[in-house]
C-alpha cells in the first residue's frame, strides 16, 4: 500500500542525495490497519499458538535475516551515513535477537505463587494484543529487532513507526519476516513523519502498549498520551553518560575505551560516554593520548573499508552539533581536536563531522548537561570520590556509566552510587541481549532485553481454582 499521507524522502547523508521516496499513511489508513490488525484472525490463532511454535517462526526470521544481512546493512548505510562495517554487526546481531527470544518464548515459566488456602494459584503471563513501537534512527536494525522480536515472542502483533529518517531497514525487516512465514498483519510498518503519523497510532483504541527509544522530550509527549488513554508505556530515551577514570587505571586500555565508547558511530548513541572525568593527577598524559588516538581516526565515505566512521545522519543533525560546538566555545571551551568538517573536497557533499574533544567546561555548563548525540567529547578533571559522583550524577540523565580503575573495590562501590541503568568497570559499551537495558531518571522507563524484555510486553494474570 502507498498510502495517502504526504510522500517521505529519506536522504543519503554521506552525498546529501535523494535515496528514496516512500509513501505514508494518513490518520484514516493509520486507524483502518490499526483496527484490522487487532481484529484479525492471524492476532487470534498467533496468540493460541503454542510457544515452540511461535519460537519455530522467530527462528526462520532469524534465518531470513542472516541471509538478508547484506541488503538490511546497506539500507541503513544509505540512511543513517554509518559505516558498511557497523551496519553489517548491526545486521548480524539482529539475528541474535530474533533467535534469542526465540529460546526465551520456549522457555518462559508460568508460576505458581504459594497457597494461602483451599485453592490452587497460577500466574501466566498474557499478551497485550496489539504494540505500537515507535524507533530512532541512529541503530534502527537493532532498536528494532529488539522491539519487534520479544514483542511478538510474547503473541503480540507490532506495528512499527520507524524514524522519517530511517525507513528502508523497517520495511526491509517486515518482508523478511514476511518471507519466513510470519503471518500477514503481525508485523505492519507505518512510515511518517513523528508528529503525524505517531499521536495517530498511539491514540488507536486497539492499542494497548507502546514501546518508543528516542529523545527525551519525544518520550515525555508519548508518556503524557499514553497516560490519558491509561496504557503502559516503555520509554529508552536519551543519555549524557559519565566516563570516570581513576589515577590507578591502566591508562592505554582506559583511553581506547573511552574513544570508543564516544566515537562510535560518531557519537550518536545514547550511550555514548560523552562527559570524561579525569584525576587531575593523570589529566595531562590522558589528553595528549587521547588527542594523539582522535587524530589518527579516519572519517570517511561509509562504503570505504578504511574509514573508521562515515558521515552524520542527516545535515539538520550535522547542523546541532555545530551548534553545540560553538555554545562549548562561548561557555569557554578549548577545542583539544576537531571541532570542524572535514576538508576532504570528496566529503563536501555530505554531513561529515570530525570527532570533537573539548575542555575548559564546567559540569553545569549546557554543554555538559544537555545530549549532543554527536561527536563530542567533554573531558573534566576530579579531586575528590564524593565530588566526583555527584558530577557524575548531576544531570537529568541516567543511562551508562563507565567506571576505569585498578581497584574493584572502588569501582564495584562507585557503580552503586552512580544513577545509570548500565554501568561498565573497566570496560565500555559492551551490550548483551541477555542483559536487561534502560535509563534511571530521564533516561527512561522500564527495561528491554533479558526475560524481562518478554514480560515488557505482556500482562499478568492470577487464576485461583478450588481445590476442595
Ligand atoms: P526523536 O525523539 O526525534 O524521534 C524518535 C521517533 O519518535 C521517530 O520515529 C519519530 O518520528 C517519532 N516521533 C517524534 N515525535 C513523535 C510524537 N509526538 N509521537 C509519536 N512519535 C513521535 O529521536 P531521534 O532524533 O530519532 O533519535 C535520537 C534520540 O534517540 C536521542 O535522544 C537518543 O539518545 C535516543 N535514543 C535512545 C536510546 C535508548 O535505548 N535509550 C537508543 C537510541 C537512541
Redesign the pocket.
Known sequence: MRGSGPVLETINPANGEVHAAIGTPSSAEVEAICSDVSHSSALRSWQSMLPHQRAAVLHRIADGLVAGAEPMARAQMLENGKTLKECRAQAASAAGVFRYYAGVCETMESTMPPPRGNWLGLTTHEPYGLIAA??????PLT?ESQKVAPALAAGNAVVL?????TTLPALELARICEEAGLPKGLLSVLPG???EV??A??GHPDVRMVT????????R??GE?CARRLIPVAL????KSPHILFEDADIPTACEGIIDGIFEGLGQ???AGSRLFVHRSRMEEVLERLTEMTEKLRVGLPTDPNVDFGSLSSHQHRARVEQYVTLAREEGATVLVGGSRPTDPALAAGAFYLPTILTGLSNRSRVCQE?I?GPVLCVLPFDDEADLIDQANGTAFG?ACGIWTADYRRGLKVARAIAAGTVWINTYKKLSIAAP???YKD??LGR?KGLAGMRLYQQTKSILLATE
Open positions: 515507535i524507533t530512532p534512527w541512529n541503530s532498536m513507526k520507524p524514524s522519517e529518517v513523519y513523528g508528529t505517531g499521536p497510532l498511539i518508543f527509544t528516542g529523545g527525551t522530550e519525544t518520550g509527549r508519548i498520551q529508552e530515551l536519551g543519555g548513541s545514547c550511550i545530549e548525540f543511562l537495558f534502560g535509563g533516561s527512561g528491554e
